[in-house]
């Protein structure tokens, strides 16, 4: 039996064989983005690429996920190395979909190489037979939340049960049988090491909002109609009011769009739509934030005497990384990388469905760097292919064996100290309670 250095190293040197194989693989995905729930040939590149390595997989979880399995030599824990296959909407990024929009200006291709690389790594080095559990690499849908309306009609159709890939995994049970989740990150914030890892990230709820109310002539008989859009603009000032109420350690951010204000400029807006998130640290927060705007919506209804109707629905739980997996990465970070080349930082306010399996097991969602630009944007690429496409491979591999090699004894120490913040069962009724659909009419109160 190989120690575990020398199994770790001899899964990097198999990684380094497959490099250019890894890197095709990115720049493939990178080319051909697809959004989340309709990433139908990103998810059959995965299954043909298990194929060719003999790893045995399910297709079409959660609609288009993939779940391969690599058995260890004994019994022991499951770890799950997760990378996502969406893209999100940048439509007038480079690479960009010219029909959907859609671009990968997030790092998700490189999720998916890193994770196709780990298991060429380990396939090839054999690693499984010096291992006790399983590893699997799962390929999961839709961590951009985006087409919110759109996905919305699937939940009602009966088609989806949440509008996140991870949730829905969740909810599906396709999650059941892992004890321990990792996955990698791109990043590329200058002011950030190699690799890097946050304490935590807030969560959030979305919202969909109609305000309803009369059209009529602007010029000749603005008075005989109730203007929607005055209704939202109230709402959005209240809202905007309420920011100071909202405590610092609770990392809230409200940040409502308006997608459809109005029709033709010579009539009263009888109809206004907005989105918004309502972002926060704990479900705490984010739940007191959500009373504030909803109420500040039912005031800008109230004063122009509109309707408005509030459809809230569950995005994604505050992530909290596991402090035990995040030593492993860090040792391995600066192992390979260099001393110099790990840092941790503080919370962030951004938000990912990672976040939902912290809640249920111990989770990491460290970063690499390896891309330029800033996130969600037109100038977002891959720089460094090394760093973004075989690095991640390396570090998620390289996180595998030292969970469960030695008879699985990190992995089993990891379980040992933690403590789930929820049950399934408790996570899936506490998301379920947050679709609400409230219709309040201002003029009748």
Known sequence: MSSKAELKKRVCEAIDRRREQICRLGEHIMANPELGFKEFETAELVSQTMDEFGVPRETELAITGVKGVLEGSAPGPTVALIGELDSLVVSDHPQANPETGAAHACGHNAQIAGLMGAMMGMVDARA????????????????????????????????LRFLGGKPELIAHGHFDDVDMAVMIHTHSDETLTKAAVSASSNG??????????????????????????????????????????????????????????????????????METYVRGRTAEAILDANT????????????????????????????????????????????????????????????????????????????????????????????????????????LASMAVDLL?????????????????????????FQTNLFQTEIYDGERQ
């Not at 997608?259 to 009539?267: A, E, K, R, S, Y």
């Not at 090699?405 to 009724?429: G, H, I, S």
């Open 128 to 159: 499984a037979d010096d291992l006790a559990g399983k590893v699997i690499f799962f390929a999961v849908p839709a961590e951009e939340f985006v087409e919110v309306e759109y996905r919305l009609n699937l939940v009602k159709e009966g088609k």
């Open 204 to 273: 959030f709820v979305a919202k969909m909002i109609r305000f309803v109310g009369k059209a009529a002539h602007a010029g000749g008989a603005p008075h005989r109609g109730v203007n929607a859009l005055n209704a939202a603009q109230v709402a959005l000032n209240a809202i905007n009011a309420q920011r100071e109420t909202f405590q610092d350690g609770d990392a809230i951010r409200v940040h409502p769009i308006i997608t459809h204000g109005g029709d033709l400029v010579n009539v009263i807006p009888s109809e206004v739509r």
């Open 292 to 395: 504030k705007v909803d109420r500040a919506l039912r005031a800008g209804a109230m004063a122009l005497g509109a309707t408005v109707e509030i459809e809230t629905v569950p995005g994604y739980m505050p992530l909290k990384n596991n402090a035990n997996l995040q030593t492993l990465f860090e040792n391995n970070a600066r192992s390979q990388l260099g001393e110099k080349e790990f840092c941790t930082v503080g919370h962030r306010t951004g938000s990912t469905d990672m976040g939902d399996l912290s809640c249920i097991m111990p989770a990491l969602h460290p970063y690499l760097s390896g891309a330029t630009g800033p996130g969600h944007s037109v100038e977002w690429h891959i720089s460094d292919k090394e760093m973004g496409y075989v690095e991640p491979a390396k570090s």
């Open 405 to 429: 090699c030695n008879r699985a004894a990190k992995a089993n120490a990891v379980l040992a100290n933690y403590e789930p913040e929820m049950t399934k069962a408790q996570y899936l009724d």
